[in-house]
Structure formats: C-alpha cells, structure tokens
C-alpha cells in the first residue's frame, strides 16, 4: 500500500510515460496503469530523501524506465557515483557495484536494496587467494576484473571493466599479467595481447551458459544477421560474434548499425533496453537471465528508501576502501 496518494490524473499521466517505453516490450497501458502508483512513490521517496538510483542494463525494464536516474554498465555507473551531488545513492545491481559506488564516495550513503544480490564471478575469489597468486608470481601486476568484492579490489593493481581490460592490460609494464577472476574473459584477452595471462578459475554463470551452436543455428536461419557478445562467454563464441565487448559497446554498435537483425548474446535486461530504444530493430535468439541482478525489485527499492535495513547499508572498512579506491583510481588514469 502506497503511503502517498495520487490523483487519477497523475497516476494517468505516469502510466502513459511508463507506456512510451514499455510498450515495445509487450507492456499494456493497464499494465503500465498497475505500476504507475509504485514509480510515482518510489520518485517522491527520491526526491525527498535526495536520493539518485543507479541502474545496471541488467535490471527489469520496470526498474530502468520506472524508477531509474541512470542506467549503464559498471564503468558508466561507477563514474556516475563518483561524480553525484546526492546525499544517498540507491544502487540496482549487485553488490560488488554497490561496493564501487561506496569506495569512490565514501561519505555517501549507498544501498543496495537486494544486499544477497551476488555474483558468481565475485564470489569465485577472495583476498586471501589473490595473496597467494603474488606470493607464486612476484612482481607480476595483478589486474581485477571490476566484478571482484572490495578486498579483492584491495590486493590488486588496477581494476578494469570488459570495455577497457585491453587497453589497460597493453598499458602496463612487463610481458606478464595476473588476471582475475574471470578464466573465460581472461582466454579472450589472451587471444587479442601479446602478454602472457595468468587467469583465476572464475566464470560469470550467465554468460558461459551460451552455446556457440545456439549462435549458428540463428545465423543459418537468419543470414545477415549481426551477432554481438559480451566478453564473458567463452572464446568459441567470439570467433563466431561480429563484436565482442561490454554492454556499453553492444549498445554503441546497435545505435550506430545500419544492419536490423541482431542476436545479442548476453543478460536479457540489455535486450530488453535494445528492443525499448530501437523498435525498428529485430533481436533473436535467446538470452540468459542473471538471477542476481534480478533480486532487486520496485517492492525493495520503495522498502530501502522508506526505512533501509542494517544489511542494506553498504560499509567498507576505511583501510580497505582506500587500498580498493586505488586500484580503481588507477583504472581512470590508464583509460583517459
Ligand atoms: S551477469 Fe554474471 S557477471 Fe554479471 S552479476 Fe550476474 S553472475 Fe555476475
């Protein structure tokens, strides 16, 4: 139950809103109608609270068009959070993102309304293993993938996101690297520098569920069809994509394409936004979804807003945070 009323004509006004962007996804005007009560408080709740909403492309269209004040990937999201005047940043993504947000603003108050929302490629390593990894490899860099826990962030070098691991990695010193935790990204980068790569065992459960038959069976139904994919799947698949990239890349090539048919092989939130913001292009094929990112709802997010739970307050020990500030402070520089 909403604890703000709103006219007939405000609720009407916000469905239509919600519609202009819902409707390509198969929403109805009723449906918009069902959620406008929700977007309209969560909104107030924002205002009054001098909150901003941070989005992952991966989140619900309901949350992207909803409730959102930017929607992007970990880099476009972690420079909007370092740069927010808000007093409070309310984080839909997962937690290793919300953690960001918290290490480059530390005196704002993040939450994260799903504070279980983990992932599988952060969960894969721990501080204590990246100490062993410089322990067998002295002197080696340590890169981490920015989908790491903040300790993780601290025992590293420089952290990197899928858009600009490579051009980071080509930017340090040395003909070798350690990168963490993602084995398949890592086997990827491998095919593209001439460094040698010493990769963890981690892998992104959505991503390397994609099959490169899944692909070929599209593309033989489908000829001309452009095939882009993110650079967590597995190395078949990116000798058989037409791009190989992060979310913001995959968006870049749509909007810039003269080509209709797409089949992007990533979470399905991005296709979604895709099929929102370009009705006049065509996405096959399937998508996987990510059940992390998918724990945040309009329900949580009104919830953390109006009353957060201690679990939903993101803190970092200051001698982490500011290890962690580091590694990613270093990632801006390299990428200028
Ligand atoms: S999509 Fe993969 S990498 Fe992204 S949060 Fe989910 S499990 Fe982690």
Known sequence: MSTISFSTAQL???????FCHLKSLSWSYDDCLTYAPLTLEINTLKRQRHAVLLAHSYQTPDIVYGVADFTGDSYGLSV????????????????????????LNPKKRVLLPAPDAGCSLADSITAADVRILKKKHPGVPVVCYVNTAAEVKAESDVCVTSANALKIIEALQGKKIIFIPDKLMA??????????????????????RFDVAQLRAQRHEHPGLKILAHSECNSDIMKEADLMGGTTDILRTVKNSRDRDFMIVTECGLVDRLRSEFPEKRFLGTCNLCPFMKKNTLRNIRQVLLKPRKDQVVEIPETVRKKAERALERMFELNK
Request: charged share 30%; with cysteine.
């Open 12 to 18: 009407k006004k916000e469905a239509e809103r919600l």
């Open 80 to 103: 909007e959070a370092k740069k927010t005047d808000a007093s409070v940043i309310v984080f839909c993504g997962v937690r290793f993102m919300a953690e960001t947000a918290k290490i």
């Open 187 to 208: 086997a990827n980068l491998a095919m593209l520098t001439h460094k040698e790569i010493i990769s963890w065992n981690g892998t992104c459960v959505v991503h390397e």
